[in-house]
């Protein structure tokens, strides 16, 4: 019973994909169907259809390459984030659908229906980031599946119970992926994690493809923030005011994290690591504050704070959660949606008491602003508990401690050049 | 006459570049000129140019980093194909604009005849990826001309003796290129090529470089399928529907061809270039089959049975037609355009019949459509085996077999660092 | 006091950059505001922000993969070329906004003043670009401030003293950007970089890496080019002339440079440098010509043109510039922007003479077109001098000599794999 080699997935993976795929196809032959838009105009399709394409490409390229950065298993990374995003997008579509499903006998496949979707998707990969590379791909579509159908829920419950706005409920996304994947993390965490895997190493080339990765988020984040924003919204500029503070949160956010990390560094030299995650803080943070129109300067101190408690939370607790709660955090999801989720939801909470006219609708919305987050952060990490309890189960052919970060694992390498 | 260094390209490549390049700029001077939208709307502009720039990015960035994966030549892969990629657009464009210029005199540059030069292009650069690696530059570009020449040629007689539609013809591109590409490769293949030749290896990150240009290609497809269907046709929705079915086979692509990349290895596990190019079998189908209206699942089942018939094809077929016919397909351009062509192709013809009201209209689409099928795949292969014989010739300096799949026979290293 | 470890920065990096970031965030309180578009139209949104997206994807992934090639430095090409853009694009459009902010009393952020700031930030890049490698973060920044502040000071001086139109005088980044670092990067030139440093190398990856950021450039410079010409313009027809014309440009400018890299190799072999940064030549020149509506093979002779001197420039001028003047330009930008810029320059003259009706008008317009050129390139060099001369002040810790060209300087490395 050497365990020289990792356990094969044939068994498991192939039926499961092939399952679920045909399910999915099942599904969608009985009950999916496209929007007919007859009295579409030319530029509602290419409004939407170029914001559609910016969040595809921070979902596929983005999170796709930030994961890259370990040198021995970035085709994982980028392998299954595709496999991942595919699957979690059709479920995402059919979960989003089951309303008018209900109400209206179809589910109605549109450009709104497939951004959305994207987004849940996004959410699922924020909680697959926390445990790259310690599970397999069999693991990580079965997180992908429950997260998606967790946050789908989260949602609904938060816009019927408390009646927050869709868009502010969507926004809560990095907030649920983060917590959701910190605590599976905790679940799954095994003996001898406590160190840094040998394996756990990057080096200056899968360093550039995550950079790469950030540069691509960097890139779309306006349109990730702006994209639910209605143009032909009573508030006209809203959609641009979406669109400038993310821009500008985020190069404050660059600015920020790049000082920060100088400064708490002991040879005043930069962290790779921070100036690839930690300048997206602001467009995190920003993102969850969004909902009222401010001046810009609201968005620079957004993105300043959030940088700022995201190279802190890198520098300091990232290390500090692996030692005292041997919970690993491998792409850092906790400094780079986890605290700067919560910092936008506070921000959030400030201008939304600050605009308010009197004490009453302050109060009121205070109360039901911080019964979102405990929701959110409960039924996430429930549920990550939940699905990390799933995955102890040996059916899935867990990883050997030795083979984790390993691409080895899952993918042949016939033709592989064995120097350079 | 030791073979010890690959023929000097200085007395070949640059005064063909250079003339043709002047011919070019001489046709384009005498005859070429830029269309002048008096009328033209703000919307339309934007629309067309966020298109183009799509299809652009597919052909430079998607088909040029797709080869790259080979880790001796992949400078190679990208700069050549950025290379033939601006030869072969402006001599589309002068061959799509032929006919304007026997009606009206003039050749007219608009976006949308940049977009067919560019689609005529990939459709080139198909056929190289077969190639590539056993061919010098200055094959590249004649190979480019005749392919493009030849595909202009095939649209032109299926719409006129046919009556092929111009979208139906364009999309043919990926059948016409792969084997096109491959009879190419049958009379160019040498021998001792049976065996893999040992420099035709990847490493870790030129896999990386090329998965990210199937993502690009990934991305972008959703607009390659749907830029030319004209948004004020009167059945509206379809340039939506093409979007919807590429997106949505694209998915479903990804995820079988996962399944079963894992379930015909031995050992479990995914074979990179499965997941690199399978994944885009959707694509090629769904494109080639799109031109009546139909729901969302048809591009599913579509999806599914390109990625099935595309993993099985690179698994089984790709070494027999090395070792059968001594035929090396560098890119594998049979299993991701070839074989996934012709299953769109039937597709197209299986709903078109479904669709029909009474036996005489299936029965007398279906001739015709099965007529544009062997049109296609005869003139491609015939244009294959003429172009090869042509470049067997020896004055075009051919490659020695030592040193195939190297850039150093092409490419000047001065500063090359040494260890890594 | 052995000069073993790079000088730490963190005593003058974080402090500047903190101080300036909360500078920004004050002026930004005190007088910017984000314009209210109330009568806006959902496709004038849409257009200018793919517009903008566009300008911005070349400023960060264009010009930061461009400078990766660097095998030791590309973390410091990529990271610093965010950090900078982050830091100059604010600068910039308070710089420009001071106009607005003298006569309405406050700064609007709208889409215009983001590209307009995105491509004085571009400019400064191009500045980095000549003395990249050699100089630590603190430097860059300073450069980048000074830079934009004398490129912004120079068009308000061509506009207003010789009635230059602002889209001509914008054009000109290439020039001033190439000529400021140029003079910059003799001023700092040390004793021994009369020779190749001997950690001034690339390797394939980072050579593929620095084409992946040619190829963003050249993709997008469509848009860059032709995002200022307004849509609603009386000569309805010149955006879509500029894209037009661009594209072409940089199509015949990457055939010629392949075609004159060979010519020019005694080996007859391509050079990387060539086809990774005179591919690009077509685009600056056509970008400074461009003013008026002129057919397409006019576009295609200055991309000739531009590829020519450009090919010629990086065989021939750059080696003797550094070692007749000692002045090592990193990253080629007299051969990409400067000679190409001043031949745009030269075409535009020669256009604008031969669409003159009379001698009188012509003579007038070449004598304004020559000042502004002269002012240009004067206040350029002589900015890069003032520059030079303040950044070898030792209070900025230059770097020693021995740690040039080297990301050790500047990154921590914890977990980098030792081999690979």
């Known amino acids: 019973m050497a365990p020289q080699y990792a356990p094969s997935l044939r068994s498991r993976m192939p039926p499961l994909l092939l399952f679920l795929q045909t399910g999915f196809i099942v599904i969608f032959f ?7 838009y007859l009295e579409i105009k030319q530029q509602v399709f290419r409004n939407h259809y170029s914001e559609f394409q910016d969040v595809n490409g921070m979902v596929i390229l983005g999170f796709g390459f930030l994961g890259t950065f370990l040198v021995r298993s970035s085709f994982s990374a980028i392998g299954f984030n595709l496999l991942v995003a595919a699957m979690a997008v059709q479920w995402a579509v059919i979960l989003n659908g089951l309303e008018s499903l209900y109400y209206r006998g179809k589910i109605w496949i549109n450009m709104r229906s497939l951004v959305v979707a994207e987004m849940c998707t996004a959410s699922s990969l924020i909680a697959i980031g926390a445990v790259f590379g310690r599970t397999n791909p069999v693991h990580l579509l079965l997180i992908a599946l429950m997260e998606v159908s967790g946050f789908v829920l989260n949602g609904w419950l938060l816009q019927t119970f408390l009646q927050v706005r869709f868009l502010n409920s ?3 996304l990095h907030i649920f992926g983060a917590f959701f994947g910190l ?3 905790w679940v799954l965490s095994r003996k001898g994690s406590e160190q840094y895997h040998e394996k756990e190493k990057i080096d200056r080339k899968t360093g550039l493809f995550s950079i790469m990765g950030t540069l691509f ?3 779309f984040w306006p349109s990730f923030n ?3 924003v209605e143009l032909d919204h ?3 500029g809203r959609k641009l005011m979406a669109v400038y503070s993310t821009y500008l949160s985020l190069a404050v956010s660059a600015v920020t994290a790049a000082g920060f990390s100088v400064l708490t560094s002991p040879q005043g030299k930069l962290n790779l690591f921070h100036i690839q995650r ?3 803080a602001g467009g995190v943070a920003i993102g969850v504050a969004m909902s009222a129109a401010h001046p810009p300067w609201v968005a620079m101190v957004t993105g300043f704070a959030a940088a700022l408690i995201s190279t802190l939370g890198s520098r300091f607790i990232k290390p500090m959660l692996r030692f005292a709660f041997e919970c690993h955090d491998t792409c850092g999801v906790l400094g780079v949606h986890g605290l700067p989720g919560i910092l936008g939801w506070m921000v959030h909470l400030l201008l939304q008491i600050t605009n308010s006219d009197d004490l009453t609708t302050a109060g009121r919305f205070a109360l039901f602003h911080i019964c979102a987050l405990l929701i959110t952060l409960c039924l996430s990490m429930v549920l990550g508990l939940i699905t990390g309890i799933l995955l102890k189960w040996n059916f899935w052919k867990p990883l050997q401690d030795k083979k984790c970060f390993d691409d ?6 016939p033709h592989l050049a064995v120097v350079k």
Chains 1, 2, 3 share one sequence.
Do not use: G, H, N, Y
């Not at 009985?30 to 007919?36: L, P, T």
């Open 30 to 36: 009985c009950k999916v169907d496209m929007e007919q």
């Open 226 to 228: 702006s994209v639910l």
């Open 170 to 172: 969507i926004m809560l």
């Open 278 to 280: 930690c300048t997206l």
């Open 408 to 413: 080895q694992a899952f993918w042949e390498f």
């Open 234 to 236: 009573p508030d006209r």
């Open 183 to 185: 605590m599976l993390s």
């Open 217 to 219: 988020l960097w890139m």
